[in-house]
């Protein structure tokens, strides 16, 4: 019963430790080796006994055998757990003591202690205790003592990376296995102990799972926050090394998921992390920033690239897949050893993005003139909240003129920044930031009541306030509650949907999202008109602008880029100006800078124009006098 106790106990740890990837910093082959000494304890001990049965042996010799079967797993234990407390802290300690020591343990015992500690030859005087069994006690537990020394001087060293937890634990461990071996003479039932040894194993590989579990497990490198504190541990315990940051990608990996499926995607991650482990030496710390990034610390002098197209006919041979990834990294060179992890990714990620769409370049340094940009882009992220609470966000109003009146007869309404240390920041600066990171909703949000505020307030003072447009992000459209915002907007201010109109770009409409439509078609049943931006930007498709219900289409400004001299130009913008007619229409013509140009689409029988030619967007204050 005993040892089955010990097999069930053994095989949780076991089912524990094997339902996640180990990392190499634990030491696999160690708590491999941890497991099976358990194993053939408890096979020994049994077996003995079993073998008694048939066999005649002197209780003494059953003894000796167990009691070396004992000393031998415990000794064991003693020694993988030193190698298993070195990897886990990841070490790289260059004193042979630490290296030496485990092995010197293990011999004493083998060849002194174990022979000698209980006189176990003669029965008559198992148990008693004499002056030379003392003796080698003492030795022995001096001995383990310098072992539980040494191990917490490694543990408190290393805290950083492992947690106070973890920390707790691993210490915790040591001493049990101390007091144990430390009192061994007193050991008869030697099946119980290998019930307990297993509860010592289970509760070692447990541990490693719950509390340092830095690795992902799907990948099988370390996760980010694992990652960022084995930099600082790196760069504490080596302050003479120089070291660098660098942050890898694959360029549109969304497109292998699209072709291949998730799981192979997943499958191909898994062989990039396993490229890199192999690629680089063990010097080198690797991480998992999610989705299809990785992260890696590489001493100086160490490459830190892998090359820059990987085939996967050569990653999976035999399958014809055909099809390359394109890999570029961006690289930050660590001078502050005190800066957070997190910053030098950061820096690292800010010059890879530089080149995120030159096909042609795999790597980029971060340097020097990168630092304001980088600056700015961190500034706006940390200060985007305060912006709004402090209405430093001021809505731009750029009007839209009849184009042959040339009276406004619309207005688009564009987000500027008011910052009061850098001053006015331009949305080309902000907006992509925060379409990335989400602030988009709430600042679009913001802008669209201030717009309704100020309409209100200018009708109040009987302003005829012509329509203004909104600008709806795609990020807006994946919104729940987009049509209750803007409804309940609109009643807030005693307004009437035609007083808003709602500019989506082109680029939502090629989106095949059933709810947007939905939305938009519940928006244009209560009055509001919707805007088609940016037409011909470069998403065009005649089949998605048959599909897409909207009321007024805006051409792309740069379709007046040198339209005057241009002929294909012109062939274009009258081919939309014409379909806009035929379908009844209206169409609004941005980028009209010269009279040249507004003369050209005038003639073409284009409606609105909007421009610098008439206007730029000026602030509230102005447009109030411009509509007045």
Same mark, same amino acid.
């Given at each position: 019963m005993i040892t089955l106790l010990s097999f069930g106990i053994l095989a949780i740890g076991i089912l524990a430790i094997r339902a996640r990837s180990i990392s190499r910093s634990v030491g696999k082959l160690w708590i491999d080796?941890?497991?099976?000494?358990?194993?053939?304890?408890?096979?020994?001990? &049994?077996?003995?006994?079993?073998?008694?049965? %048939?066999? =005649?042996?002197?209780? !003494?010799?059953?003894?000796?055998?167990?009691?070396?079967? +004992?000393? /031998?797993?415990?000794?064991?234990?003693?020694? +993988?757990?030193?190698?298993?407390?070195?990897?886990?802290?990841?070490?790289?300690?260059?004193? =042979?003591l630490l290296s030496i020591f485990p092995c010197v343990l293990q011999m004493i015992f083998l060849l002194v202690i174990n022979p000698i500690n209980h006189v176990a030859y003669y029965p008559e005087v198992r148990g008693e205790?004499?002056?030379e069994k003392l003796t080698f006690i003492f030795v022995s537990t001096v001995i383990l003592l310098a072992y539980v020394i040494m191990t917490a001087y490694l543990v408190i060293r290393h805290r950083r990376r492992l947690?106070? /937890?973890?920390?707790?634990?691993?210490?915790?461990?040591?001493?049990?296995? %101390? *007091?144990?071996?430390?009192?061994?003479?007193?050991?008869?039932? %030697?099946k119980f102990m290998g019930a307990v040894f297993a509860t010592f194993v289970t509760f070692n590989l447990i541990m490693l799972y719950i509390v340092d579990n830095p690795v992902d497990p799907k990948i099988g490198i370390y996760k980010s926050e694992a990652f960022f504190r084995a930099v600082e541990e790196d760069l504490a315990l080596n302050p003479d090394t120089n070291y660098q940051l660098c942050v890898l990608d694959i360029r549109n990996f969304q497109d292998v998921n699209e072709r291949f499926g998730f799981e192979r995607g997943d499958d191909i991650l898994?062989?990039?992390?396993?490229?890199?482990?192999?690629?680089?030496?063990?010097?080198?710390?690797?991480?998992?920033?999610?989705?299809?990034? %990785?992260?890696? /610390? +590489?001493?100086?002098?160490?490459? &830190?690239?892998? $090359?820059?197209?990987?085939?996967?006919?050569?990653?999976?041979?035999?399958?014809?897949m055909d099809y390359n990834l394109s890999l570029y990294s961006g690289?930050?060179?660590?001078?502050?050893?005190?800066?957070? =992890?997190?910053?030098? *990714?950061?820096?690292?990620?800010?010059?890879?993005?530089?080149?995120?769409?030159?096909?042609?370049?795999?790597? *980029?340094?971060?340097?020097?003139? $990168?630092?304001h940009a980088f600056e700015m882009q961190a500034y706006m992220l940390h200060n985007c909240e305060r912006a709004i609470h402090e209405n430093a966000f001021v809505p731009y109003f750029q009007p839209i003129y009849d184009a042959n009146t040339k009276q406004i007869c619309s207005a688009e309404a564009l987000v500027r920044w008011k910052d009061k240390q850098y001053g006015l920041i331009s949305p !080309?600066?902000?907006?992509? /930031?925060?379409?990335?990171?989400?602030?988009?909703?709430?600042?679009?949000?913001?802008? &669209?009541?201030?717009? *309704?505020k100020y309409i209100a307030e200018w009708r109040k003072e009987g302003i005829?306030?012509?329509?203004?447009?909104?600008n709806i992000s795609r990020r807006d459209l994946q919104m729940d509650n987009l049509y209750e915002v803007i409804v309940d907007l609109i009643k807030k201010y005693h307004l009437s949907p035609l007083d808003i109109k709602l500019e989506i770009t082109e680029s939502a409409f090629v989106a095949d999202n059933q709810r947007f439509f939905k939305t938009i078609e519940v928006l244009k049943e209560v009055g509001f008109r919707i805007l088609m931006d940016d037409f011909g930007s470069g998403y065009s498709s005649f089949n998605t602008f048959k599909d897409a219900h909207?009321?007024?289409?805006?051409?792309?400004?740069?379709?007046?880029?040198?339209?005057?001299?241009?002929?294909? !130009?012109?062939?274009?913008?009258?081919?939309?100006v014409e379909m806009a007619r035929q379908l009844d229409m209206p169409i609004v013509v941005e980028g009209v800078e010269t009279e040249g140009q507004y003369e050209y689409v005038k003639g073409i029988g284009c409606d609105m124009i909007q421009g610098y030619y008439f206007s730029r967007p000026v602030p509230p204050e102005k447009f109030k006098e411009m509509i007045k």
């Open positions: 080796m941890e497991i099976i000494v358990t194993i053939l304890y408890i096979l020994l001990v &049994w077996g003995s006994d079993f073998v008694k049965r %048939f066999v =005649p042996l002197s209780d !003494g010799r059953i003894h000796v055998f167990n009691i070396s079967a +004992f000393t /031998l797993a415990l000794t064991s234990y003693l020694l +993988f757990a030193m190698k298993i407390t070195i990897g886990l802290v990841r070490a790289k300690e260059k004193r =042979p205790v004499t002056l947690g106070v /937890l973890a920390s707790s634990t691993i210490v915790a461990i040591v001493v049990l296995v %101390f *007091c144990i071996t430390a009192l061994n003479y007193r050991i008869s039932d %030697f898994i062989r990039v992390a396993a490229a890199m482990r192999k690629s680089f030496s063990w010097e080198v710390e690797l991480g998992y920033l999610g989705e299809d990034n %990785f992260v890696g /610390l +590489f001493p100086e002098g160490t490459y &830190w690239m892998l $090359q820059g197209i990987l085939s996967l006919d050569e990653m999976y041979p035999g399958e014809n690289v930050y060179k660590i001078k502050d050893r005190t800066m957070n =992890p997190i910053l030098m *990714c950061d820096r690292a990620r800010f010059a890879m993005q530089s080149i995120r769409y030159d096909y042609d370049k795999h790597e *980029c340094v971060y340097d020097m003139s $990168q630092d !080309g600066d902000f907006i992509p /930031l925060f379409e990335k990171n989400g602030f988009i909703n709430k600042l679009d949000v913001y802008v &669209w009541e201030q717009v *309704c005829l306030v012509p329509p203004v447009s909104v909207v009321d007024v289409l805006k051409a792309d400004m740069h379709f007046m880029d040198g339209i005057e001299s241009s002929d294909k !130009g012109k062939i274009v913008i009258n081919t939309i």
